[in-house]
């Protein structure tokens, strides 16, 4: 008897050994199969263009294939969803997150089809403030005449934006609303990202667009559009001669904070994890991953996991708060 209790023993010690090894086995494995990093946006724009970065450093450091998937349209919810609702959570689907797939999906539905709760944080990667612009020559010089103008021509305002919940949308609305201006009495066009917006801008099919600093830079610096302001503590350095709101005369403007970083589903192991929040906090530190985003005027400012989860919540209560009162918001 005794000897048949040992071979049991014995099994069980070789099978829990077997067991962890192949755990093992599958955690240093990882990834066998090529990655995919979901984009919400169009090709072109800040979004996209952080995440083809990202997908570059990844690919480089991991030597594997990671290629971007662009899932556009409807408000993110796609993109969001294919990344973590469809997808296994094996860490092959990855989502590029950002403020307007998180916090403001949450804030601007009633029913989010995809919540919070519903994905893993990896990391924060890049933020940049928002500023506002026009078409050079229009009839605004400052953000003052043109805060004045839009207080008596509510009606008369159009402005681009990706949706109901996009970057613009929550920029802009809490613009209008600190100036006594119902939102939803100004004109909203939505379309798929500053590519669209700033055709229509350039052509005069709107007036006003709300866009990160990076993506105004090029045709600031070409002279085709007059940046009046940026919502932020201080200047930013790309655009030091644009005033911030508060310089202006607006600091009850908070601002939207436009930033990227990675998510995965929730249910992903936990070595998956594990590596992608390494993997993520050396690229912010990675030299040449610095320099490209420099070159392409995206701001690094890392954020990990557990900063970033707190963070995101923070502003989902501020959108929320906002969210009613925006121009597309349901009623």
């Not at 990344?83 to 989502?95: C, F, I």
């Not at 804030?107 to 709760?117: S, T």
Request: with cysteine; glycine share 8%; aromatic share 8%.
């Amino acid at each position: 008897m005794k000897v048949k209790h040992l071979v049991v023993s014995l099994l069980g010690i070789v099978m829990l050994v077997s067991m962890a090894g192949a755990s093992l086995a599958a955690e240093a494995a990882y990834p066998t199969r090529p990655i995919e990093i979901v984009c919400s946006a169009t090709p072109g724009g800040g979004n996209d263009t952080t995440t083809r970065a990202m997908a570059e450093f990844v690919s480089r450091r991991w030597n594997h294939p990671v290629t971007v998937i662009n899932k556009p349209g409807g408000a993110t919810v796609p993109a969001v969803h294919y990344a973590l609702k469809e997808s296994k959570p094996d860490g092959y689907t990855v989502l590029s997150d950002s403020h307007i797939c998180s916090s403001f999906m949450v804030a601007a539905m009633k029913n989010p089809p995809v919540k919070l709760e519903d994905r893993i944080f990896l990391g924060r990667i890049n933020l940049l403030p928002v500023a506002f612009a026009v078409k050079t020559g229009a009839q605004w010089k400052t953000f003052k005449e043109l805060s004045d103008w839009a207080k008596a021509n509510a009606k008369e305002l159009s402005w681009g934006t990706t949706g109901a919940h996009g970057t613009s949308a929550f920029a802009i609305g809490e613009w209008l609303i600190a100036l006594g201006v119902n939102p939803a009495d100004t004109r909203m066009v939505t379309g798929g990202g500053w590519n669209e917006a700033s055709v229509r801008l350039l052509g005069g099919h709107i007036l006003l667009a709300s866009q990160t600093v990076a993506e105004f830079l090029p045709l600031a610096r070409a002279g085709r559009i007059r940046v009046l302001a940026v919502v932020a503590p201080k200047r930013n350095p790309l655009l030091p001669d644009v005033p911030t709101a508060a310089e202006v005369g607006y600091p009850q403007l908070k601002g939207v904070d436009w930033w990227t970083g990675l998510s995965l589903p929730k249910g992903t192991p936990q070595h998956i994890v594990d590596k992608w929040v390494k993997v993520i906090e050396e690229m912010c530190k990675d030299p040449v991953f610095l320099e490209k985003s420099a070159k392409l005027d995206y701001g690094v400012a890392y954020m990990g996991p557990k900063e970033l989860t707190k963070y995101v919540y923070e502003q989902a209560d501020f959108a929320k708060q906002l969210a009613p009162k925006l121009a597309g918001a349901k009623k």
